[in-house]
């Protein structure tokens, strides 16, 4: 299984709302990253997870938060979101081993606030 | 801080014809690793091959290769007898360290095959 999953594909929400990215991998790697990802732009780091500690955090509005509750998997909640934060979404995963740092990236969420 | 930058914002090319991807990235760190990601319309982001800095030979995976030339900091992308399937947006991405660390992409090429 060379797979990183990401629910929902698709997700439209309110200003006010809260809701929440899921990422799963089951290739035992244990580096965990949010990318975000604006129209016709390069992705660009949110977070980064090692050994599900948080490791970087690029100062990214607090209205994001990251969780990894274990090695598989990545949440990223999202409150009070603006318009300008709809983007694609792209979860990735490494093996997290120093000198192993090839990334395997999910297909992403794309998030729309209204 | 790390820079990416691809001066080629799109190239086309007819089927079975080779292509160049430019590439050139500033940094002051020694050591690194360079990747080329492609991102098909089905926006997920798919590792071509990436390079060691340390590593003098250039790197190949199938009909693709680089051109490395680190004092010049340089990292270019050929695609041979290139195919349909290699439509895309393709990458340079810099990442500092031994693992775990920020990939820094640069703008992106996107390349249209053409039958």
């Known amino acids: 299984d060379t797979e990183v999953t990401q629910t929902p594909k698709h997700l439209v929400m309110g200003m006010t709302n809260k809701k929440s990215l899921k990422c799963e991998q089951h290739?035992?790697?244990?580096?965990m990253y949010w990318y975000k990802q604006k129209a016709k732009k390069p992705p660009e780091l949110m977070f980064v997870y090692s050994y599900e500690k948080l490791s970087i955090n690029e100062s990214v509005p607090s209205r994001f938060s990251p969780e990894c509750p274990n090695s598989s998997l990545l949440n990223l909640h999202l409150h009070a979101l603006q318009p300008e934060d709809s983007a694609l979404y792209l979860c990735?995963?490494?093996?997290?081993?120093?000198?192993?740092?090839?990334?395997?990236f999910g297909s992403g969420t794309q998030l729309s606030v209204l | 801080a790390q820079t990416v930058t691809q001066s080629q914002p799109e190239m086309s090319v007819q089927e079975a014809e080779t292509v160049t991807l430019s590439c050139t990235y500033d940094t002051s760190e020694s050591n690194y690793y360079l990747f080329w990601y492609k991102q098909p319309p089905s926006r997920q982001m798919i590792l071509v091959i990436r390079?060691?800095?340390?590593?003098?030979q250039n790197a190949t995976e199938n009909r693709f290769s680089v051109n490395f030339q680190k004092a010049a900091k340089s990292f270019s992308l050929k695609i041979s007898d290139s195919q349909l399937g290699d439509t895309a947006m393709y990458f340079c991405a810099f990442m500092k360290g031994f693992g775990n660390e920020k990939l820094t992409f640069g703008t992106g090429t996107r390349l249209t095959i053409i039958p």
């Open positions: 390079q060691e800095a340390y590593k003098q």
């Open positions: 990735a995963s490494s093996r997290g081993d120093r000198g192993d740092e090839k990334l395997f």
């Open positions: 290739m035992g790697h244990r580096a």
